[in-house]
């Protein structure tokens, strides 16, 4: 029983495990499902806000792996009518083995349903980070390049938890750079840019901040997410006016020969990004979204499973 709460709970060769495991799942998923890894098990997937992708991939993800599901929505739990996340863990924790929660909440709460041992518990994003996007976002690129070591990323938008998780991860792998294109003010958090910069010095590779957008020719990557995330609001009511250069276009585009382009999804054409770019040839989010299934079995598997159990792919 393991949890992951950050993608800083790993050590490199649990990331990369993780990885692959994710690309493997994705190349045979039948072979997996028919070892039913987490059968027998019982997994809570609880959302308090809003999910398409990840809330069906780790309850289909459960599933598939031969887990029973049970599924709680933000006013099914009596955290809801003031009952503590300490006494909801410890009742949960007798009942379930596993428990994937979205909060959008503080890193506090979840470190609090975690603080047992006998139920995994699984960041589905928190304020600050999320950390299975990260997961999935290396699967699909391992999947497209055939590896994550020496590839160059550019991401385009806001420090939001998508980027905290992916600057926390890709400077792991050897030889990897990446680039924040980020409005000021809206960048990484100042701690995390000081993890990530020891990240990857210690792996030879690349984190560098842009609060314009400053090009970066040789980039694989091009990546960006919704401008509004899910769970956060913006003090500042004219921020869409310095997120305007921050579109990602078929100009923009252009400027990055051969790189292709990856979205977490959802998306706002004419936002963040124009849809000729999310729908054009280049654009592989939607490959991105199905790995989000991929990547959630890796994750439970690697929870729950038992070493035995653990199938080929």
Known sequence: MRHLLSISDLDNDELRQLVDRGAAIARNRSAVEATRPLAGRVVGVYFRKTSTRTRTAFSAGALRLGASLISYGPADLQENTGETAADTARVLSGMLDGFVARTSGTETELATFAAQDRMAVVNAMSAREHPTQALTDLTTIAQHFGRVDGVTVRYIGEGNNTAVALALALP???GTTLHLNTPAGYGLP???VEEAMVLAKRSGSTLVEHHDMTPC???DVVYTTRWQTTGTNKPDPDWRTRFEPFRIDARVLAGQPGAIFMHDLPAHRGE?????VLDGPASIAFDQADNKLHSAMA?????????????PA
């Open 172 to 174: 792991r792998f050897p």
């Open 190 to 192: 100042p701690d995390v």
């Open 217 to 219: 020719q040789d980039a």
């Open 272 to 276: 963040e990004v124009t849809g000729d």
């Open 299 to 311: 994750v439970l598997e690697w929870c729950l499973a038992p070493a035995d159990r653990t199938g």
